[in-house]
């Protein structure tokens, strides 16, 4: 069984950066599509960004160009480089895995639906 950890969050200013890592514990297909969420206080939890084992990455609008989602092999952990912060990049993010893509026939996401494997989550907060 696969179990996903976030590190630490954490609070900076306006126009800073954070780096997030997630930790994969058990067993790691060597093929996988990981992605990274958040749910600000009162909204939906929202698709941030992915990345399969091919390396093909995914961002929602709002963090395009201002965060990286990086993963180097099935074993090493997920990373997300998030620069240029704002307010509202305040929420609860988390890492997750879908499971049954690697058994083939859809894309690596952004949907909340398709992930089956959830950390517990960690929480950034950004102040103006």
């Known amino acids: 069984q696969v179990h996903l950890v976030e590190s630490e969050g954490g609070s900076v200013q306006a126009g800073g950066s954070l780096r997030l890592s997630c930790v994969v514990s058990?067993?790691?297909?060597?093929?996988?599509?990981m992605g990274w969420f958040r749910q600000a206080p009162g909204k939906d939890r929202e698709g941030v960004a992915s990345i399969d084992s091919y390396g093909r990455v995914k961002y929602a609008d709002s963090v395009k160009d201002r965060f990286t989602i990086s993963k180097d092999n099935a074993k090493s952990p997920l990373y997300l480089q998030m620069d240029s912060l704002k307010p509202e990049d305040t929420a609860m993010y988390y890492c997750?895995?879908?499971?049954?893509?690697?058994?083939?026939?859809?894309?690596?996401?952004?949907?909340?639906?398709?992930?089956?494997?959830w950390g517990k989550g960690t929480l950034v907060t950004i102040s103006p």
């Open positions: 997750a895995i879908d499971s049954a893509w690697v058994w083939g026939g859809r894309t690596c996401g952004l949907g909340v639906g398709a992930m089956d494997v």
């Open positions: 058990g067993n790691a297909y060597s093929r996988y599509c």
